[in-house]
């Protein structure tokens, strides 16, 4: 068994527990409902916060109701058999979810940010934020109003933990894709980059992604059913 994998999880891990994907075939995904340039890029929240904020708002509400599903406890299942046996997952999701801490998983790296966190514009100031945001709220922590915005990375802007992450990359003995699409970068980008540095690659999606032609193998199905049994597997017995 491999000792270290490195996993990237995208929307399609969160779909069966109920929040949307951003592109899809019926043309239902988040991205086809709501254009991304007036809500997801800075130049949209400086010109119009209150809207940028309230679609925010009813994410993170749709997030506290939703539970968790059998993919995300296959994967804490996989981080603690790996720990067990001295080994270890990197798992790295562009899920603004908590979903993967909820169902276990101790170590999540979220490159496009995370929904239930605020951070200040003013002062980079990063705190838990389970409730709305208004664009009035004082931040916290240097008192500057109108500064809040939600933790997460919009168009224009670099994902987090980069470093971390192609250090992961290089010394994985299997990279795995789960529930992506591979149609935005740098994400998109992380299997050429595992190939480059000699690491199998392997995509579980429902149907082919669009960089589908990078991996050396592939298994389509519900992530609720692939993941736990890609698992099993690997750990079980
Ligand atoms: P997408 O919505 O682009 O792709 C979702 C993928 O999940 C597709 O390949 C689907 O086939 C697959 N999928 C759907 N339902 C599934 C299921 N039940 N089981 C398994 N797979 C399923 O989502 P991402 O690739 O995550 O970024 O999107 C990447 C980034 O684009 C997001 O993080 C977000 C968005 O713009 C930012 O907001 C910065
Ligand atoms: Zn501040």
């Known amino acids: 068994m491999q000792e270290h994998i490195f996993v990237l999880t995208g929307a399609g891990v969160s779909a069966e527990s109920g929040l949307g994907t951003f592109r899809d075939k019926k043309g239902e995904g988040i991205w086809q409902k709501f254009d991304p340039m007036k809500l997801a890029t800075p130049e949209a929240f400086a010109r119009d ?37 001295g080994g270890r997952l990197t798992l790295v999701t562009q899920n603004i979810d908590d979903l993967h801490e909820r169902a276990g998983s101790k ?19 990063v705190r ?10 004082v931040c916290p922590h240097c008192g500057s109003a109108g500064s809040l915005r939600p933790h997460v990375v919009w168009f224009g802007e670099m994902p987090l933990s980069m470093d971390e992450i192609d250090q992961a990359l290089r010394l994985a003995d299997l990279f795995v894709a789960i529930g992506t699409s591979g149609a935005v970068y740098p ?51």
């Open 49 to 85: 916060p209150e809207s940028v904020l309230a679609f925010y708002d009813a994410r993170r509400r749709n997030l506290i109701n939703a539970k968790p599903n059998a993919a995300h406890f296959a994967l804490a299942r996989l981080e603690r058999a790996l720990a067990s046996r």
């Open 128 to 137: 838990f934020w389970p409730d709305d945001i208004k664009p009035s709220y």
């Open 107 to 125: 170590e999540v790296i979220h490159m496009h940010g995370e929904l239930l966190k605020a951070r200040c514009q003013r002062c980079g100031a």
């Open 187 to 237: 994400a998109a980008g992380f299997v050429a980059e595992a190939r480059a540095y000699g690491v199998p690659t392997f995509e579980i999606n429902l149907e082919a992604a669009d960089n589908a032609y990078c991996f050396d193998e592939a298994r389509y199905g519900p992530a609720s059913e692939t993941v736990p049994a890609w698992v099993e597997e690997l750990v079980g017995g």
